[in-house]
């Protein structure tokens, strides 16, 4: 009886030292691309500091933004969750989905 407890256990440590490798081959993934993705974040965090209340204002006022600036914001509100406009587009004339109503509330 007791052997078959120390078989059993054999059997799980050995599942478990399994995972534990792929668990630790998955973290060693994850820290390099973390690596590779940090100074991005860092790049992009030294240019939000550059922002100034001008360049917002300026951002504020504009009616038919320049498209990196509206993907930009687009990317904002989807990722705060903001619904967006449901507009006519002017060359399909397809309904389509426009951010740009709702940047422009959340940066006012």
């Known amino acids: 009886k007791t052997q078959v407890v120390v078989d059993a256990v054999a059997v799980d440590e050995a599942k478990a030292n399994a995972a534990a490798q792929e668990a630790n081959a998955m973290a060693a993934g994850v820290e390099a691309e973390l690596a590779e993705a940090m100074p991005a974040l860092e790049s992009a965090l030294a240019a939000l500091d550059t922002l100034t209340s001008k360049d917002i204002s300026e951002i504020k006022a504009m009616k038919t933004p320049p498209a990196p600036v509206k993907l930009v914001l687009s990317g904002v509100c989807i990722l705060k969750g903001l619904a967006p406009a449901r507009v006519k587009d002017t060359d399909s ?4 989905e ?3 109503p709702a940047a422009t ?3 006012a």
């Open 105 to 107: 509330k959340m940066i």
């Open 93 to 96: 004339g397809k309904m389509v």
């Open 98 to 100: 426009d951010y740009w």
